[in-house]
């Protein structure tokens, strides 16, 4: 069993440390926090052991009756790997202790590509991972770009990617975050910072970006083209896309016309925090005009890269391979709507 450390438990790390629990092959060592909050109560609540992230604020968790099991640092030493899901910019702070220890770490897409050996995607470079010691499970957007361009690339070739993100302004819990009346370009220079990102994934892809922001918090929205190396029938791209475990075509008969009944759909459907672990594309929108390929695809924010961080462990770890990892991850999560 793979031992699994997870330092930073919001809206990232908790849903990670509830997938690894569900995986056959590890189990959760424990979580670190930096505050008592309502994400530490409920950490304990389900029985995962709590460790402090900040040593001076230890005493902050023993006064809210919170059970510490130790400092980071013992965590970090006893793991097999470590799961950085902490904000943006922290965990390359953090990357000295998991050296200190010489545990292999994970982190999130809010940190530079050049903090790490390896930036990840499970379906497009799980190998890569291999011989790593830090590898960067990439940002919510580029994981969904990401298992798009894949099987493109693989099958027809991909000559130009050109994205426009319509980004969530803030996460369901971040209230300090926007505009709650505006539509924003942003970044308001082109392309994106999205696009370079995309290419730390795959070798000499052309790939163009441009960012929205909006009052919204469930999803982000992709308006995606491809001009694709040869023509090819919109019917063979959904036939192609159907083999995708990652990818789920949001069929014309269930009446989803946005993220909200998409979301609704993931709650009736059982989903925990009402999940959306796939790229949800609308069926009907993949269209292609020559070689030009176009659709419209939700990507949740909050959930995407939760599978792939999964993988990542397996991947850095040299436990399984791509095709092994992802069908356990997948058949233990429940993936596959
Ligand atoms: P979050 O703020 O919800 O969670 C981060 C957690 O880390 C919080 O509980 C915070 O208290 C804790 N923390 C802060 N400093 C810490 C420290 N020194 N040690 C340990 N814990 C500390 O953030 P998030 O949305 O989970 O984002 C985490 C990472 O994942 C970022 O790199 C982000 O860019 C990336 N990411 C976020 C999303 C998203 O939409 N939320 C999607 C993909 C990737």
């Not at 440390?17 to 926090?33: F, I, N, S, T, W």
């Not at 099987?151 to 926007?178: F, I, M, N, S």
Request: hydrophobic share 35%; charged share 30%; proline share 5%.
């Amino acid at each position: 069993m793979l031992q699994v450390a997870i330092n930073g438990y919001g809206t990232i790390g908790k849903r990670v440390a509830d997938a690894v629990r569900q995986q056959p092959d590890m189990e959760v060592l424990g979580v670190a926090k930096t505050r008592p909050n309502f994400e530490a109560e409920t950490a304990i609540d389900k029985g995962f052991s709590l460790y402090a992230a900040v040593e001076e604020r230890e005493h902050l968790f023993e006064e809210a009756g919170l059970e510490i099991a130790g400092p980071v640092e013992d965590l970090v030493d006893e793991a097999d790997v470590v799961v950085d899901a902490t904000p943006s910019g922290i965990g390359a702070q953090n990357k000295e202790l998991y050296e200190e220890y010489d545990t292999p770490a994970l982190y999130q897409g809010g940190e530079d590509a050049d903090l790490v050996d390896v930036s990840f995607n499970a379906r497009s470079n799980f190998a890569e991972a291999a011989d790593a010691d830090h590898v960067r499970v990439v940002s919510c957007n580029t994981t969904g770009l990401s298992r798009v361009i894949a099987p493109l690339r693989e099958t027809y070739g991909v000559e130009k990617v050109r994205a426009t993100l319509v980004r969530r302004g803030g996460d369901p819990g971040q209230t300090d975050r926007g505009p709650i009346n505006d539509i924003l370009p942003n970044p308001v220079t082109i392309p994106s910072h999205h696009g370079p990102d995309v290419e730390t994934i795959f070798d000499d892809l052309d790939i163009d970006t441009l960012g929205m922001k909006v009052p919204a918090t469930q999803m982000h929205m992709h308006s995606l083209n491809v001009t694709l190396e040869e023509e090819v029938d919109a019917a063979d791209v959904r036939e192609l896309f159907e083999d995708e475990s990652r990818l789920f075509l949001i069929p014309e008969r269930m009446n989803i016309d946005g993220s909200g009944k998409l979301k609704e759909y993931a709650l009736d459907a059982g989903r925990p925090r009402g999940d959306l672990w796939e790229n949800c594309i609308w069926e009907e929108s993949i269209s292609t005009v020559g070689t030009d390929l176009y659709l419209f695809q939700g990507i949740h924010q909050e959930s995407d890269v939760v599978p792939e961080n999964v993988d990542a462990i397996r991947a850095i770890t040299g436990s399984a391979d791509a095709e092994e990892s992802i069908e356990t991850t997948n058949e233990a999560l429940g993936i596959g709507l």
